[in-house]
Each structure stands twice: as C-alpha cells, then as structure tokens.
C-alpha cells in the first residue's frame, strides 16, 4: 500500500504515473464540477460588472477596452460549452489552462488600453487559476508564468513593467499554495485508500468466519446475537479414521499441512454442494445443508458432499503417501443456529440432530457414510441405500441408519467449485 512517501515534495502529485492516472480518474466528477463552478462564477461576475462600469463611465466603451472583454467572455463561454462535451472531459486541464491563457492575455491588452480595472481582475483570474482550477501542477505552472509574462509583455506600451513586478511573487505564492493543496488531496486519497481496504480486509475475515447473513446482522447490530431455529437441516459429520496413528508418524508441520490439505478440499466441495460449514474439531468437520435458506434438495446435496468426501480423502492420502479413510454420518432435523463469544465469535448449531449425527459417525464404517431414516425419507428415494439396522446410541435413543452407497437419480445440480493448487506431499517420518 502506498504511503505519504509516494508524493513529491515540490508539485504534491504522485510520483507513481499510474496511481496519480487512477486519482485524477477518481477526482474527475469532482473536478468537472468545480472547473464549471468557477468558470460560471468569474464570468457571471464579469458580464454583471460589464454594464455597471458602463454606466458609471457615462459613455461607451471605446473598442480599445471593449473587444478584451469580449475575448475574456468569449473564452469563458468556450471552456463552458467544451467541459459539457463527454469527449473533451479528458482534456479538461488543457481546455481550462487555453481559456486561462487567453483571458490572461485580454487583460494584458487591457492594461495597454490604460484601463484601470484590469490590474486587479488579473491577479484574481491568476490567484483563481492556482487555488481553485483543478489540474497538472506543471501545466498550471507554465499556464500562470507564460500569462504573466505575456500579459505584462502586451500592457508594456501603457504600464511601466515595474508595476507588474506583483506577478512574480503572486506566481510564486500561489504554486506553494497548489503543491500544499495537492498534497492535502492525495494525503486524504490515501487514508481513504486505507481504510476502504481496511474495511474489505476486516469484511472478507467476517464473512470467512460467519456465513454471509449472520456476519450482516452482526455487523449491523453488533450487541444483539442472531440466533434462529431451523425446523428441517441436513448435519454431516465426518471425521478421519486412526488419526492418532497418522500423527505419531507425522512430524508438526507435515500434520498440518495435511490437515491443512484436507480440511481445505472439504470446504471447497461445502462451497460447491452449497453446505454451511460450521467447524472443525480436531480431525472432525461439521456442516450442515438447508441452514441459510429452505432447500428442498438440501439433504441429498449432503448425501453428494459426503460421496465427493470419500474421494477427496483418498486422493489427498495418495498425494501424502498415506492411507486416508473417513467415517461421515448424515441425520435430519430441527437445530438451533446462533453466535457465541464478546471477542472471537463463533458460530455454531445445538440440538439433538447434531448429536445424532455425532453418534451416528462413530457407528459408521471406515469408508462409508451412514445415513440415518430421517435423510433417506428427506431424500424422496433418491438414495441407494444398504441394509438398515436400528442402532442404540448414547444419551440418543434408537435411531434406524443405513450405509450410503449411491444415488438412483441424476443427483442434484451443483456450481463448480475453483480448486487450490495441491500442496507438496510430506515424506514420512520413520
């Protein structure tokens, strides 16, 4: 990220073209605007003064002082009717800079005429182009030197160039003033820069963390925890058969980068098979399908993701070297969903179901998925199942499950999901 360190010292412009072409590109609407502010602003009051000076003189203006001010109006109007044109937009600077210089130079032919207006109206029009005409600081620069200069060269037949010295040190002030006016609105570009990426970094880790709609009430609401009750949800349960064993023969870093591995394919499939996934503990995941909103095809989604688990694991534990095999149950039922903590938020689901699909991994085979009655009936007989028994699971009553072994309907449509690149297989440990 760019810091103050990116702004030179003297213009107060990014020394990086392309990030000064990206601020200039995000200030354009704002410079358009005040571009034709000030151009309507110094010709309203110049056209307004136009027949009052007339009146005060008492008689016409002879065509020495007139045709200037026509020039002055005439300039005004073209930058005016060239800012309103979308193709001249990009060369707003030089449009503004070709009037400036032009005015500049009427005034000069002013002062030649011995009009006693023209002095301080050029220095407005000189001080008005550094401090709030919008632009290059190198073109206001030579726009607000070269005008000086050829002004004063124009009005020298009627004006001593000892008393257009003022122009020198009224260049001079007002390019300090540009570069600490640049420099103030690209140094607040910047801080605005930061904390928009500050705001997507902190947004992106919510939404890492929480799914999307509880990550949007939290941050809308922070002291008030979302909380729900979902009537009907699909919990996988899944864990890693004789994971003791693999991490004995596995040093910290290669364990992790298994579990790293591993943990990471399943929720690219959670991704892909639309679950939500809620944790992981140790060597067990757990997700559930049908949470963020009523799916009817949410429990055979569950039963593809377990399907597409068995796979992933094997083919990660090829990678590895190692023999990986994983127990995932799939149970039916209402859950409680909300977020727990006042530092690190957690998101998490209660309730019978959860534990029944907790026992019900325990239960299963190494390789299979079981599947309780409750999903296979929440499947719409879309499951090939095999033999079902009733099982007496602890603190849960029975409950009659199934091994998955396949589907016996084209299986539900799912998005593609962007895989990783595979990490580099650990050697093992002897």
Not at 58 to 87: D, E, M
Request: net charge positive; glycine share 8%.
């Amino acid at each position: 990220m760019e810091d103050d360190k990116s702004i030179a010292r003297l213009s107060g412009e990014f020394r990086a073209r392309r990030l000064e072409r990206r601020f200039r590109d995000h200030q354009a609407p704002a410079e358009l605007r005040q571009l034709r502010l000030l151009w309507l602003v110094a010709l309203s009051c110049f056209a307004a003064y136009l027949p009052v000076e007339v009146l005060l003189r008492g008689a016409p203006l002879p065509w020495s002082q007139l045709w200037p001010r026509l020039g002055i109006l005439g300039a005004g109007v073209a930058v005016l009717l060239l800012l309103q044109w979308p193709a001249a937009r990009p060369r707003r600077d030089w449009i503004s800079s070709a009037g400036l210089l032009t005015a500049m130079v009427c005034y000069g032919c002013l002062l030649a005429a011995r009009d006693s207006g023209g002095s301080g109206a050029l220095l407005l029009l000189l001080l008005g182009s550094y401090m709030f005409s919008p632009g290059r600081f190198n073109l206001h620069c030579v726009t607000g030197i070269g005008g000086s200069l050829l002004a004063a060269w124009l009005a020298s037949p009627g004006v001593p160039l000892l008393e257009l010295s003022y122009l020198l040190p009224a260049n001079v002030l007002s390019a300090l003033a540009l570069s600490q006016f640049n420099r103030s609105r690209r140094g607040r570009y910047l801080r605005e820069r930061r904390l928009a990426l500050l705001h997507a970094r902190n947004r992106a880790l919510l939404y890492n963390a929480l799914p999307r709609g509880v990550a949007r009430q939290l941050r809308d609401n922070p002291r008030r925890r979302p909380v729900r009750f979902e009537p009907a949800v699909t919990v996988l349960f899944a864990d890693i058969v004789g994971f003791s064993g693999l991490s004995r023969n596995l040093t910290p870093t290669q364990l992790l980068a298994l579990l790293d591995s591993l943990f990471s394919a399943f929720d690219r499939l959670a991704d892909r098979h639309r679950l939500e996934k809620i944790k992981t503990v140790g060597d067990s995941y757990l997700a559930v399908a049908g949470l963020a909103s009523a799916d009817s095809c949410a429990a055979l989604k569950a039963a593809s993701m377990a399907q597409s688990m068995h796979v992933a694991a094997a083919a990660i534990g090829r990678r590895y070297q190692l023999e990986l095999s994983l127990r995932v149950a799939l149970h039916n039922g209402p859950v409680v969903a909300g977020v727990l903590g006042s530092k690190r938020f957690a998101f998490d689901v209660w309730g019978d179901t959860v534990n029944v699909a907790s026992r019900l991994q325990a239960q299963a085979g190494v390789g299979t998925t079981l599947v309780s009655e409750a999903t296979r009936l929440a499947c719409r007989g879309q499951l090939r199942v095999g033999p079902g028994s009733a099982l007496q699971l602890r603190g849960c009553g029975t409950i009659t499950a199934a091994p998955l072994e396949g589907f016996s309907g084209p299986g539900p449509s799912l998005q593609q999901a962007s895989p990783l690149p595979p990490p580099t297989a650990p050697r093992r440990r002897c």
